[in-house]
């Protein structure tokens, strides 16, 4: 009888067997290490274009920042140049108001009376261009009750002067029969201008 030693063929199929798990174990462990190499190769790439749009996002946010202190600036010009104007029409407007106040005390003058000096005192601490101060007047009449009356008439001009008062009144006479006349001088308080109700005009 003859015998078949089969032990050696048996061997050399498990050793097939194990050397075949042993490829497929390499195999998917490459695809494995492929696929993460292709995945953190497309992260890598996934962060790069986000890193660019980050940078033209910060890129555009400077220049809006640019933008923003160029508005700032010209806005402070504006500011700037409005109060320039305000400061113009304020002195226009002040300038126009004393030949106001000048008109009103030449027709508040009645006959016999003259004024020979006027002198503008602007207000301790008022603002320039409105207009508010005091006015001091000198001049001359051939009667006191004329300065009286001219007294009254500035009074009675209430929008534009608020007080008035007789600072001096001297007499003096050329020659011995000459005309006597009287000198005074009076001090007027002018109402501040009232720039806005003017400017609104």
Sequence with gaps: MIR?????????KKKARFMNQIYVAVFILILTFVGVGWRAYSMKNKIADVQSEIDANKR????????????KKFQEQKKLLEKKINVIKSLELGRSYHVEVVDQISQAIPGNVWVTLLTFNARGGGRSGSGSGNLSIQG????????????SNIQSRKDYFSSVS???ITSSRKGQVGTETYNYKL????????VEKRGGK
């Design 4 to 12: 078949i030693n089969l032990i050696p063929v048996k061997v050399t």
């Design 60 to 71: 555009e946010l400077q220049s809006y920042k640019k933008i923003q202190q160029e508005v």
């Design 140 to 151: 001359g009449a051939y009667e006191k009750e004329a300065i009286g009356h001219f007294i």
């Design 166 to 168: 007789l600072a001096q």
């Design 187 to 194: 001090d007027v308080s002018i109402k501040p201008l009232d």
